[in-house]
């Protein structure tokens, strides 16, 4: 959700200290993939020294997930659940993903396309006829929302503190797109690259009229529920469940659940909530195609943007780039939130890093082990 796409200086600095915080600490994988693919144990140990020492530092606390093809060679939890209580993080506990779940939306989008319903050049006012900007309406195209093209800008009143009147009175997406429908598009349709989250909301209403459901139900029912994401859902931010991981905020000098910041439950643009291994399973089904059409997913996975595909991030992908650094996946953060997804087809390899504390020692993590992985 609202999130910096990249925090390049500060990973940067956390990665040259990883060879400072690896503990020394002999960790040996729970199960071994194929040799040519697997990382080496010394890899994972110092992964898991690199992650331990970010969390005596304060900066990390959360579950890490490495798989090598369909097998799990490293799962383990860092830190509390709660910061204000010792309960400590156990891998099955469920975080929000933020805008990791704009992945949801874009297979959910991407469907309706496989299914004849929409076309990526489909424009907005072809499914939402009554849309109040005509040139939004007319102009941008399902593609460019995808790839955050379109110029649809960004939704504040969804986020900060300042906005909670706002949350309460937005009941439904309609009303959330209706916020900023007569808004026209900040700069001509494809011209230009901002990412933001309106756009995501806007492809959200789009699937509640062609599937004839509201969003939440669509994505358990046609994404979650076929993969196997039994651990995944729209979960309000309050709630007391025991396995919720929970994330702070400082508002006005005192430290408090990021409740008082962000939307109360998943939206379109990301917010849901999950557990580490069902963002396997998810990036496992789309592989075997059993979310999407092979060509289809293989084009939404190949960058059409800089940094974009078909509303997952494509990046490493170009001239002069190595192969094997190619990867696809969804990265996400807001307050006390940071998540990363990430998959390379070449070296068969799944990072999954979720965590409830700020960007950006999640991502530091999430890059630590790719160089070290040895080629198939």
């Known amino acids: ?57 304060g900066q990390f606390s959360g579950t890490v997930l490495i798989a090598s093809g369909d097998e799990v060679v490293f799962e383990k939890a860092y830190g509390a659940r709660d910061e204000q209580q010792e309960t400590p993080l156990q891998v099955s506990d469920r975080f929000n993903l933020a805008s990791a779940g704009k992945m949801f939306t874009s297979v959910a989008i991407l469907q309706q396309i496989a299914a004849g319903r929409l076309s990526l050049d489909s424009k907005v006012g072809e499914v939402l006829k009554d849309y109040p900007n005509r040139q939004f309406a007319n102009e941008v195209s399902v593609r460019q929302l995808l790839t955050h ?36 598009p900040e700069f001509a349709p494809g011209s230009a690259q901002k990412y933001g989250n309106f756009g995501y909301l806007v492809l959200g209403r789009m699937l509640e009229v062609l599937s004839g459901q509201d969003f939440e139900s669509y994505i358990r029912q046609h994404v979650l529920q076929p993969a196997g994401m039994q651990d995944t859902g729209f979960v309000a931010c309050d709630d007391p469940a025991a396995d919720l991981a929970r994330a702070y905020v400082d508002v006005d000098g005192k430290r408090v659940r990021n409740c008082a910041t962000q939307p109360r439950r998943g939206l379109p643009a990301g917010g849901e909530v999950g557990s580490a291994r069902d963002m396997f399973r998810f990036v496992q089904s789309l592989n075997a195609g059993k979310l999407l059409p092979a060509a289809l997913f293989e084009q939404a996975t190949q960058t059409q943007r ?35 997804v990430r998959h390379y087809p070449a070296t068969g390899e799944t990072v999954i890093v979720l965590s409830n504390k700020d960007a950006p020692a999640c991502f530091a993590v999430s890059g630590l082990l790719h160089a070290q992985w040895k080629q198939p």
């Open 1 to 57: 959700m609202r999130q910096p796409l990249k925090h390049p200086a500060a990973t940067s600095r956390l990665l040259r200290l990883a060879p400072l915080l690896v503990a020394a600490l002999p960790w040996i994988a729970t199960a071994t993939a194929t040799a040519a693919q697997a990382p080496s144990a010394e890899a994972l140990a110092q992964l898991d020294g690199f992650a331990l020492g970010l969390q005596a530092a």
């Open 149 to 184: 093209s379109s110029g649809a800008g960004d939704i504040d009143e969804l986020f900060g503190a300042e906005h909670s009147a706002d949350r309460a009175r937005l009941h439904s997406l309609e009303d959330m797109v209706a916020l900023h429908a007569g808004r026209a």
């Open 306 to 340: 800089e940094f974009m595909g078909l509303g997952f991030f494509a990046t490493g992908y170009g001239k002069d780039v190595p192969a094997r650094d190619f990867r696809w996946g969804h990265g996400g953060s807001t307050d006390g939130v940071c998540t990363d």
